[in-house]
């Protein structure tokens, strides 16, 4: 379902860009409920601290649901965040229900971060290719953002073992 817009692009253009969005938007709903899925459930050293990092993540990540539902709707498109399209559509790992420990919720969550920031990086390139500079510049800056989240996520998995 498309709607008329004004926007000077083409409807090419629009539905080839609203096509991107929507495979990140599925992502992102998913790496969403990730984040609050390891905010509820880690136990053991530093409890605390790893519950209010994953708490921020996820704020970050729903603010990439917000910008790529809205662009998808700004170039006449409707953007599906239900439930089951999100289930079908993720391309993510699906998260390990067995993560308890810290470290456990830590790796299974940059994983998971690290592969939807791969995918951004290729969804900066195919927007350039399909005209939408806009819409690549969204992939940009979300792209800016996933890796400092993954930055964040992963400093506590180095040990002075495992630095060099």
């Given at each position: 379902?498309?709607?008329?817009?004004?926007?000077?692009?083409?409807?090419?253009?629009?539905?080839?860009?609203?096509?991107?969005?929507?495979?990140?938007?599925?992502?992102?709903?998913?790496?969403?409920?990730?984040?609050?899925?390891?905010?509820?459930?880690?136990?053991?050293?530093?409890?605390?601290?790893?519950?209010?990092?994953?708490?921020?993540?996820?704020?970050?990540?729903?603010?990439?649901?917000?910008?790529?539902?809205?662009?998808?709707?700004?170039?006449?498109?409707?953007?599906?965040?239900?439930?089951?399209?999100?289930?079908?559509?993720?391309?993510?790992?699906?998260?390990?229900?067995?993560?308890?420990?810290?470290?456990?919720?830590?790796?299974?969550?940059?994983?998971?971060?690290?592969?939807?920031?791969?995918?951004?990086?290729?969804?900066?390139?195919?927007?350039?290719?399909?005209?939408?500079?806009?819409?690549?510049?969204?992939?940009?800056?979300?792209?800016?953002?996933?890796?400092k989240q993954l930055w964040f996520l992963e400093a506590h998995l180095v040990t002075s073992d495992s630095a060099g």
């Amino acid at each position: 379902m498309t709607y008329t817009s004004r926007l000077d692009l083409g409807a090419s253009v629009r539905k080839q860009a609203a096509t991107l969005l929507q495979a990140r938007l599925s992502d992102a709903l998913d790496l969403e409920a990730q984040t609050k899925q390891a905010h509820w459930n880690v136990k053991g050293p530093h409890f605390m601290q790893l519950h209010e990092l994953f708490d921020s993540v996820h704020s970050e990540v729903e603010g990439f649901v917000d910008l790529i539902a809205e662009r998808i709707t700004a170039l006449g498109h409707v953007a599906d965040g239900r439930a089951q399209t999100t289930a079908a559509r993720s391309s993510l790992y699906e998260y390990p229900l067995q993560a308890v420990a810290g470290t456990d919720h830590l790796k299974a969550l940059s994983g998971a971060l690290a592969q939807f920031g791969a995918l951004v990086r290729k969804d900066i390139d195919a927007a350039t290719a399909a005209g939408d500079a806009d819409t690549a510049d969204l992939f940009t800056q979300i792209s800016r953002e996933t890796d400092k989240q993954l930055w964040f996520l992963e400093a506590h998995l180095v040990t002075s073992d495992s630095a060099g």
